[in-house]
């Protein structure tokens, strides 16, 4: 297995920083978790933040590509991105140097 660049560790390690916030976590558990997108206030909702609160993480989220936002007129609609499913595995594979097809 080839070394990743020093770009690619760069990319990974501020995925793992955005994902090693508790409340960060606990608003994409959430969103994965919808079967259509959610507004920022139905999050709000679930989750029992305020909305400055989920809006900032989220912002932080959306900057990695742990979330897609969409705005609708005054409505954000939020969706979790589906490559995270297979683009974080495979980070963890390459900085473990290991191979996913074993």
Same mark, same amino acid.
């Given at each position: 297995m080839t070394a990743p =660049?020093?770009?690619r560790f760069d990319e990974w390690a501020a995925w793992f920083k955005c994902l090693a916030d508790p409340t960060r976590l606990r608003i @994409?558990?959430?969103v994965? =978790? @919808?079967d259509e997108p959610?507004?920022?206030g139905e999050i709000v909702d679930g989750l029992g933040l305020t909305q400055s609160n989920v809006s900032h993480? @989220?912002? &932080?989220?959306g900057q990695q590509g742990f979330v897609l936002m969409t705005?609708? =007129?005054v409505r954000t609609l939020v969706t979790?991105?589906?490559l995270c499913m297979v683009e974080l595995p495979d980070a963890a594979a390459? &900085?473990?140097q290991r191979d996913r097809k074993r």
């Amino acid at each position: 297995m080839t070394a990743p =660049g020093d770009e690619r560790f760069d990319e990974w390690a501020a995925w793992f920083k955005c994902l090693a916030d508790p409340t960060r976590l606990r608003i @994409l558990h959430h969103v994965s =978790g @919808l079967d259509e997108p959610a507004t920022v206030g139905e999050i709000v909702d679930g989750l029992g933040l305020t909305q400055s609160n989920v809006s900032h993480h @989220l912002r &932080i989220l959306g900057q990695q590509g742990f979330v897609l936002m969409t705005t609708e =007129g005054v409505r954000t609609l939020v969706t979790a991105n589906p490559l995270c499913m297979v683009e974080l595995p495979d980070a963890a594979a390459a &900085i473990m140097q290991r191979d996913r097809k074993r």
